[in-house]
């Protein structure tokens, strides 16, 4: 038995890189997952076929996270799937979209951004917190960008995820007393798609070299925190924004 064994888990973000690993590495510890997507549905099913063939429980929800009323049909389709009691929440759903100067940024641009990494995370933990109760957890997915203000052209991503670390410490003082734990992690470079499409390589490379370790982390290794972190074996660890990164950046 795993050390999630019959809890019920929702990944927002669940199909692709980091997500995708949450929702395996959370499934072959015993828990039932909720694979949410939105445009990668093809990866979902990918990710809900290869947790059935490990014997897991799980099932694909396509939901704009950044809409309300997707929100509240993803509750509604998780509740169908594993009844009206959810024991982890992952709030991982979120993207860069494109690098831009100040002078290039818009509303929509801003709206898109702020969208899919804060307002998700909010109106997400809004939507399911009254199904969550005692010894469950919440994980954000906030990043080191939140903390140095990343790299060129990503001023909007990086003040979304400084809102989501700033909203994990809120959350962790006014759920803790309902017996919620909420943290966030914050990865640096992590080799998926993201800096495949956003990161020249040239500059992952610079990074890699100048980390401690001298590489880019795995989306398994950010994986395997998140599955500790809604464990009984972190019981006592709220309120924290924890640094995943290879000794690049400390808190």
Same mark, same amino acid.
């Given at each position: 038995m795993g050390k999630l064994?019959?809890?019920?888990?929702?990944? &927002?973000?669940?199909? @692709? !890189?980091?997500? +995708?690993?949450?929702?395996?590495?959370l499934a072959k510890e015993g828990a039932k997952v909720v694979v949410n997507y939105?445009?990668?549905?093809?990866?979902? @099913?990918? &990710?809900?076929?290869?947790?059935?063939?490990?014997?897991?429980?799980?099932?694909?929800?396509?939901? !704009?996270?950044?809409?309300?009323a997707d929100i509240q049909n993803l509750k509604s389709k998780t509740v169908?799937?594993? %009844? *009206?009691?959810? !024991?982890?929440?992952?709030?991982?759903?979120?993207?860069?979209?494109? +690098?831009? &100067?100040?002078?290039?940024?818009?509303e929509s641009f801003y709206d898109?951004?702020?969208?899919?990494n804060f307002k998700s995370t909010v109106f997400v933990m809004q939507a399911f917190e009254p199904l969550m109760g005692k010894g469950t957890s919440i994980v954000n997915m906030s990043?080191?960008?939140? @903390? *140095?203000?990343?790299?060129?052209?990503?001023?909007?991503y990086s003040s979304s995820k400084g809102a989501v670390t700033t909203f994990t410490r809120a959350m962790a003082k006014e759920?803790?007393?309902? %017996?919620? +734990?909420?943290?966030?992690?914050?990865?640096?470079?992590?080799?998926?798609?993201?800096? !495949? *499409?956003? &990161?020249? *390589?040239?500059? @992952?490379?610079?990074?890699?070299?100048?980390t401690p370790l001298r590489r880019e982390g795995g989306a398994e290794e950010v994986a395997d925190l998140v599955a500790y972190l809604v464990s009984d074996e972190a019981s006592f660890i709220a309120g924290n924004n924890i640094d995943i990164n290879g000794g690049l950046a400390f808190s």
């Open positions: 064994e019959g809890k019920v888990a929702v990944v &927002t973000g669940g199909s @692709r !890189d980091i997500g +995708r690993a949450i929702s395996l590495k939105y445009n990668s549905e093809s990866g979902a @099913r990918e &990710t809900v076929d290869e947790i059935k063939s490990l014997g897991g429980q799980a099932v694909a929800v396509k939901a !704009d996270v950044s809409k309300l169908e799937a594993f %009844g *009206d009691k959810v !024991d982890i929440l992952v709030n991982n759903a979120g993207g860069l979209f494109a +690098r831009k &100067t100040l002078q290039e940024l818009d898109l951004v702020m969208g899919v990043s080191q960008a939140a @903390r *140095d203000g990343g790299g060129g052209g990503s001023s909007l759920l803790g007393p309902k %017996g919620i +734990r909420v943290n966030a992690v914050c990865p640096g470079l992590i080799g998926t798609k993201f800096h !495949d *499409d956003f &990161t020249k *390589d040239d500059i @992952r490379a610079k990074v890699a070299g100048a």
